[in-house]
């Protein structure tokens, strides 16, 4: 028993002053105890038929028991699978929530891709004749590359997009002057003057600047929702304390041992006890808001100037667009070509001729899909914003919904040593809170390591989400760079993200966790410090508690 901790007095009265509760001379009945052990898959061979003493409990209180240490010791296995799958049907509905979103996004992404691309095959053969058959390769490429980018592929989009537009303009400007003999020199030439003669106008800086905008929103917002997923998935698979285990026992079985089958645990009984359990994962609390957050502000700007339908669902017809432009002025591009690069030999090969296909405009499509993506943003940020207190709600959640009662008569239900109401205050969220924990021994000095891991993956997602609100492109293979920055905010604006982050009055700062000394026990033994006063508390409520044990 911790000196510390008053409420251990209040427990040791109960204890002794209830050992018989309201059971009278008679050993009362155990029948209903039995009908409930042998309906949880146990068997009845050594089941007391009466009440028996219970000098033999480890973990439920030693007054008159219906319990046999092998039904404890059963009944402790029981509620820890039970709690186990009860965090795996928390879990999974989150997890539901969020792989659900990946899929709608990640299928709505690569639908506005797979049509443009099949647009451009479809339209362009008859609009471009050999410049279209002759560089297919060339289209299928630029495609390919808007994949793997999308995919989180490690390649520079920038440097893709620029590649195209050189071997566009060369391919193009071979077909546009047949006449000549074009070497790779002279190619080399004709793309160091591309950026002053602008041959396809101002379509290769727009759409750089705007797909790369539109691109690195879109896989940065679906990884979000992946690395969520993933999280609550592995946090969910962490294993319990001993202490843990213990105090579940306690808070769902011993009430049975004790013949109270139909008293529920009392509300704050309950709430300390997943306090204590789940105190690691509360401590995801912070970066987990700052993940949903951020994905928020990165789901703005699937709309605006940068507007995603518009730029991923008409790649083709800026190319189009491209293309045209340099046929319209191919003269003029041609003199400017020859004044920097000089004229080039004439072709001995006989000439066929310029491609004789006259530009035409590539076929659109419908504009409904942007009411599809607002209906899927709108839809997505209301089920991100449900999440956004997911694990320091978890433990209402579990009593609410699976051990406790709406019902529960505070003043009436099993408290931990018998029937009444529950006084200790109930903990904070968070490792740091359970210090004092009255119902589960926590270290506070030993966080848990997987838990601690995903905390950092929280972060690093988030660094990269606030970069890609600003539209600064990520390398997603280096963690390093990610988790330098990810505390400082720097990937969106003090005046959106600071707002937005601290909109929500329950958002906790991230925790500092002590130190142990070398003696192994900092933390508890820091506490003898503060004896003489932590002593006259002591005193004083437990005399409070004697009254009124005996009022």
Avoid at 17 to 33: F, L, Q
Avoid at 286 to 309: C, H, K, Q, Y
Avoid at 432 to 461: G, S
Wanted: with cysteine; glycine share 8%.
């Amino acid at each position: 028993m911790r000196l510390f901790f008053p409420w251990g007095w209040w427990l040791l009265c109960v204890a002794s002053s209830s050992a018989r509760g309201d059971g009278g001379g008679k050993a009362r009945s155990c029948a209903e105890v039995r009908q409930f052990y042998a309906a949880k898959g146990f068997s009845l061979s050594g089941v007391p038929q009466a009440e028996i003493s219970g000098e033999h409990l480890r973990i439920c209180p030693q007054g008159y028991t219906c319990c046999t240490s092998e039904m404890e010791e059963n009944f402790s296995k029981k509620s820890q699978s039970e709690f186990e799958d009860m965090m795996t049907e928390a879990s999974r509905s989150a997890q539901v929530t969020l792989t659900s979103q990946y899929k709608n996004f990640d299928g709505y992404f690569q639908d506005l891709l797979n049509k443009s691309e099949k647009t451009l095959y479809d339209t362009f053969p008859s609009i471009y004749g050999e410049l279209y058959s002759q560089n297919i390769k060339l289209f299928k490429d630029l495609y390919s590359e808007l994949r793997r980018y999308y995919r989180g592929s490690n390649i520079n989009l920038e440097e893709a997009l620029n590649e195209f537009w050189t071997r566009l303009l060369e391919r193009l400007f071979k077909l546009m002057n047949p006449q000549y003999h074009i070497t790779d020199e002279y190619l080399d030439c004709l793309g160091k003057h591309s950026e002053q003669h602008k041959p396809f106008g101002e379509v290769p800086r727009d759409l750089k600047l705007k797909a790369t905008r539109a691109f690195i929103a879109v896989r940065s917002y679906v990884q979000g929702l992946s690395v969520g997923s993933e999280v609550v998935k592995k946090v969910s698979q962490v294993s319990l304390s001993q202490e843990c285990t213990r105090a579940l026992m306690k808070l769902v079985y011993c009430p049975y041992c004790r013949g109270m089958s139909s008293v529920k645990p009392c509300n704050n009984y309950c709430h300390n006890v997943m306090k204590g359990c789940l105190a690691n994962q509360a401590d995801l609390d912070t970066e987990w808001r700052n993940l949903i957050d951020s994905m928020l502000l990165v789901a703005d700007r699937f709309d605006g100037p940068s507007n995603v339908d518009t730029v991923i669902g008409t790649i083709h017809m800026r190319i189009a667009e491209a293309i045209s432009n340099m046929q319209e002025n191919k003269d003029t591009i041609t003199a400017k070509v020859f004044q920097g690069c000089g004229n080039p030999k004439i072709s001995t090969k006989a000439s066929s001729g310029e491609d004789k296909k006259r530009r035409g405009k590539a076929v659109t499509d419908d504009k409904s899909s942007g009411l599809g993506l607002e209906k899927l943003v709108s839809d997505a940020k209301g089920k991100l914003r449900d999440l956004q207190d997911y694990w320091v709600a978890l433990p209402s959640t579990l009593c609410n919904e699976k051990i406790t009662s709406s019902s529960t008569n505070e003043d009436k239900c099993w408290n931990g040593m018998t029937k009444g109401r529950y006084l200790p205050e109930v903990m904070g969220d968070g490792l740091a809170n359970q210090i004092n924990n009255p119902e589960v021994e926590v270290d506070i000095t030993k966080p848990d390591m997987t838990i601690r891991q995903q905390i950092m993956q929280l972060k690093i997602m988030t660094n990269r989400l606030r970069n890609a609100y600003n539209g600064n492109d990520v390398d997603f293979q280096d963690a390093s760079d990610d988790i330098s920055g990810s505390g400082s905010g720097e990937g969106c604006p003090d005046e959106v993200c600071g707002k937005r982050l601290s909109k929500n009055p329950s958002t906790r700062q991230p925790e500092i966790h002590a130190i142990p000394n070398q003696s192994g026990r900092g933390v508890k033994g820091a506490s003898c410090k503060h004896l003489p006063s932590s002593f006259l508390i002591f005193l004083s409520l437990a005399v409070i508690a004697t009254q009124y044990l005996w009022r």
